[in-house]
């Protein structure tokens, strides 16, 4: 089921001697700052998230479209500053993720993006719950060129999958699954890349199983298996799972939660890549959702100048030195999914 390494080679088929060279600019200031502990940053990202929309059609309880809760502006993404961005980027950006918050195929010229990006030659993905995966929307999903395409199925029934997945339809999901799988296979196309991605909660862990053999019958290329980042981790959550592999927080003596992982003073993504919001603020990563920490804003200024700006450069300072002072940073875990 496992087909990786198509999706491996279609990524490297993106890559240009441009590319390279910032690739390698990029990774070797990245190292130079990690072992020196001082900022040092050369090249341009390697990969970018845009946000298309802050709107979602779901109410998940760890989301903060779904809970309603965004203290920032929500709206569309205007393609003017979409392309604008893109054009600046394109010689040296590999990997586009279209998503940040939000449901994507909510903005009306999603795929119109998309579309715009793979004509630039760059890598594109995104993540969807699958509700708006129409017959007609699968089929021009397919013909944009969309290189990753990852379904959100947080369980393998309808009693499970809402116990996260709030007002949101199982049949809804596999419905858009079978019509992309079916109009990759009508237009002969190797891609998207489809990923079941199942969010490991305590109410569907015991699921893990189902869904692998759900992606083999319905010819999805891979399963991913992610953990999930609980707000109000310390007082214990029904939503962390009892299978401590799939859990980003340890059980204490007292009875509370502490985060497992090292607050190691490096990050790799302030190095290679950033978030744009809708509205076109550049923040540092996922983590700052409501954009909190506003490192530049691409109405009013070029990417080159805020990606050099005093602003991010203070921001690596301060994470090299102790990241521990950046409190987004404090229930961050790299390297939190496991594929399947």
Same mark, same amino acid.
């Given at each position: 089921?496992?087909?990786? %390494?198509?999706?491996?080679? +279609?990524?490297?088929? !993106?890559?240009?001697?441009?590319? /390279?060279?910032? /690739? ?30 802050? =709107? ?33 980027? /394109? ?17 009306? !010229? ?42 959100? #199925? ?5 009693? *499970?999958?809402?116990?996260?997945? &709030? ?5 809804? *999901? ?5 019509? #992309? ?8 196309? =190797? ?12 109410? +569907? ?5 189902? *869904? ?7 010819? *999805? ?42 607050? &190691?003073?490096?990050?790799? !993504?302030? %190095?290679? =890549?950033?978030?744009?919001? %809708? ?51 404090? +229930?961050?875990?790299?390297?939190? !999914?496991? %594929?399947?």
């Amino acid at each position: 089921m496992n087909r990786n %390494w198509k999706d491996g080679l +279609n990524l490297l088929s !993106k890559v240009t001697p441009r590319r /390279a060279w910032n /690739a390698l600019q990029v990774v070797g200031s990245y190292f130079y700052s990690k072992y020196t502990g001082r900022n040092t940053h050369r090249g341009m990202p390697i990969a970018i998230s845009f946000e298309p929309t802050t =709107s979602c059609n779901l109410r998940c309880p760890e989301c903060p479209s779904g809970l309603r809760s965004f203290t920032r502006p929500t709206g569309m993404m205007e393609a003017d500053l979409f392309r604008k961005t893109i054009d600046e980027l /394109a010689d040296t950006l590999l990997y586009l993720i279209f998503y940040f918050q939000g449901e994507p195929y909510l903005h009306p !010229k999603f795929l119109e993006l998309v579309g715009y990006a793979h004509q630039k030659g760059i890598y594109t993905a995104t993540s969807t719950n699958a509700h708006y995966l129409t017959d007609e929307k699968a089929r021009l999903t397919v013909e944009s060129g969309l290189d990753r395409l990852i379904i959100s #199925i947080d369980g393998t029934s309808q009693e *499970v999958y809402e116990q996260y997945r &709030v007002g949101g339809k199982l049949e809804k *999901v596999l419905e858009g699954t079978r019509n #992309i799988i079916k109009w990759k296979k009508a237009l002969k196309s =190797s891609t998207p890349h489809v990923i079941f991605q199942f969010l490991v909660v305590r109410p +569907n862990e015991h699921q893990i199983g189902e *869904v692998r053999q759900l992606a083999r019958e319905l010819g *999805v290329d891979e399963v991913g298996l992610k953990t999930a980042q609980i707000y109000e981790y310390e007082q214990g959550s029904a939503l962390i799972p009892t299978l401590d592999e799939y859990s980003r927080y340890r059980p204490e003596a007292d009875g509370t939660y502490s985060i497992k992982n090292a607050l &190691v003073d490096h990050c790799w !993504k302030m %190095w290679h =890549s950033c978030v744009i919001t %809708w509205d076109g603020l550049v923040v540092p990563c996922c983590f700052d959702k409501d954009a909190h920490h506003r490192l530049g804003d691409m109405k009013r200024q070029t990417f080159r100048e805020l990606w050099r700006s005093p602003e991010y450069g203070t921001f690596r300072e301060t994470l090299i030195r102790s990241r521990s002072e950046i409190e987004m940073c404090k +229930n961050c875990t790299e390297g939190t !999914k496991v %594929w399947a």
